[in-house]
């Protein structure tokens, strides 16, 4: 048979810990994720989800282990924090500026060559550039998310960690979200995805994760045959409704 060469590790974190006080966020997480890879982590509220995305991406330190992107130690030099593009459900948006500005000005600010044309790139795939005049402020929050989108993603992220990121969107956003994430895994780019929507997150995961207590409870493969949809929805409600949500 034809053997596939595995894409390049793009992630590996190696016993992650993250304490605040006595408490553990993260406890003792190990993982790999390649090039074009989507974790998908699930799990009820304080199960440690944001902290891992967040050490994962070098925006937070780790109390003990290590995490490495493109083989460099995180949190990393600028260049290597560069790789990395946030989208959460705060917009991260100056309201005063226009759509355009607002993208413009993190392209610049992530060194993008091509500002402009890079600009008019992301808000014509996200479905804004029409609006790309407009202040911020007078748009929906459904738009505002968008832009928030296209900012995050205008630089070209290696590694896109996404915290709720479908919060707010309208239907024509989150097809719009989806396609530009679906573009960026086939272009090689690794996804982190917080998030409790199940369809959403199982539709782009390549590997599924349900955390709890800051730790993997159950780690599945969507796109294994044998994969069980009701199964893993079965697990995921009774872990959330056994009253720890």
Do not use: W
């Not at 260049?79 to 610049?108: C, D, K, Q, W």
């Not at 024509?172 to 409790?196: C, P, S």
């Amino acid at each position: 048979g034809v053997t596939v060469e595995a894409a390049p590790v793009a992630v590996r974190a190696e016993g992650l810990v993250r304490a605040f006080g006595g408490r553990r966020a993260v406890n003792e997480v190990s993982l790999s994720l390649h090039e074009g890879d989507c974790l998908a982590l699930f799990g009820p509220n304080g199960a440690g989800k944001t902290t891992l995305l967040r050490l994962l991406g070098g925006l937070l330190k780790a109390t003990r282990g290590t995490a490495q992107l493109h083989g460099v130690p995180l949190p990393g030099p600028a260049e290597t924090r560069r790789l990395v593009g946030l989208i959460s459900h705060n917009s991260m948006l100056y309201p005063a500026l226009t759509v355009r500005e607002n993208v413009r000005f993190a392209a610049e600010c992530q060194g993008v060559l091509e500002a402009d044309q890079a600009t008019t790139q992301v808000l014509g795939r996200l479905r804004v550039l029409d609006r790309e005049q407009t202040p911020v402020r007078f748009l929906s929050r459904g738009l505002q998310q968008r832009v928030s989108i296209a900012r995050a993603l205008v630089h070209g992220p290696r590694l896109v960690l996404l915290d709720e990121p479908y919060t707010g969107l309208d239907e024509v956003g989150a097809l719009a979200f989806t396609d530009a994430l679906r573009e960026l895994k086939a272009g090689g780019a690794t996804l982190v995805l917080v998030t409790h929507n199940l369809v959403e997150g199982l539709s782009l995961a390549t590997r599924a994760v349900i955390m709890r207590d800051g730790a993997f409870v159950y780690d599945e493969r969507p796109s294994a045959v044998g994969f069980d949809l009701a199964a893993f929805q079965a697990r995921y409600r009774s872990l959330v409704h056994e009253g720890i949500a």
